[in-house]
T-cell receptor, first 113, second 115 residues
């Protein structure tokens, strides 16, 4: 069965650079969630989208922005990268915003040097 | 602030034994709880969920128990197998958030299965 696809899997950036992470949800899923997981930490909710509109917002820095496109894929844009942004970034999708079961992707490991 | 926390960071059990992973939550308004399993290098995988109007829910080899009086959640895994080795997170949501929006994750328990 198709799963949530994230790209790239690994990314190395320098401080103050920008990065774009992509998420392709499971087919027919219309809700996307972004989470950040620091080393040895629990996942922290960043932001979510339902039907291409932002539905909820968590601890996402102002330097980050995200959007969901007409094909339901989502992109997380990160600017002025800081060393502390180094983390695993997970995307999850569900079939509608009220659906409790969200499926997570494999994550993008971002390293800022 | 309020958070979801786990009592033990590491739990070691013998293969074939039952394991119990505990979770304490402090947001009394939370009405939805999920257990996730995260294997090394992978994203969290949904195991089982429970709403606050229930105190027990069973899945395949797993049972979640919810005690709202003491704000305690547990995950029981029957007849543990080597493939159960992973970090287990509990997560919670208050009623004003929909579905899997803005889940608050606990700190994780590393379950180690010994042969």
């Amino acid at each position: 069965a198709a799963g949530v696809i994230q790209s790239p899997r690994h990314l190395i950036k320098e401080k103050r650079e920008t990065a774009t992470l992509k998420c392709y949800p499971i087919p027919r899923h219309d809700t996307v969630y972004w989470y950040q997981q620091g080393p040895g930490q629990d996942p922290q909710f960043l932001i979510s989208f339902y039907e291409k509109m932002q539905s909820d917002k968590g601890s996402i820095p102002d330097r980050f922005s995200a959007q969901q496109f007409s094909d339901y894929h989502s992109e997380l844009n990160m600017s002025s990268l800081e060393l502390g942004d180094s983390a695993l970034y997970f995307c999850a999708s569900s079939s509608n915003r009220g659906n409790t079961e969200a499926f997570f992707g494999q994550g993008t490991r971002l390293t800022v040097v | 602030g309020e958070s979801v926390g786990l009592h033990l960071p590491t739990l070691s059990v013998q293969e074939g034994d039952n394991s119990i992973i505990n979770c304490a939550y402090s947001n009394s308004a939370s009405d939805y709880f999920i257990w996730y399993k995260q294997e090394s290098g992978k994203g969290p995988q949904f195991i089982i969920d429970i709403r606050s109007n229930m105190d027990k829910r069973q899945g395949q080899r797993v049972t979640v128990l919810l005690n709202k009086t003491v704000k305690h959640l547990s995950l029981q895994i029957a007849a543990t197998q080597p493939g159960d080795s992973a970090v287990y997170f509990c997560a919670e949501n208050p009623p004003w958030r929909g579905g899997a929006d803005g889940l608050t994750f606990g700190k994780g328990t590393h379950l180690i299965i010994q042969p």
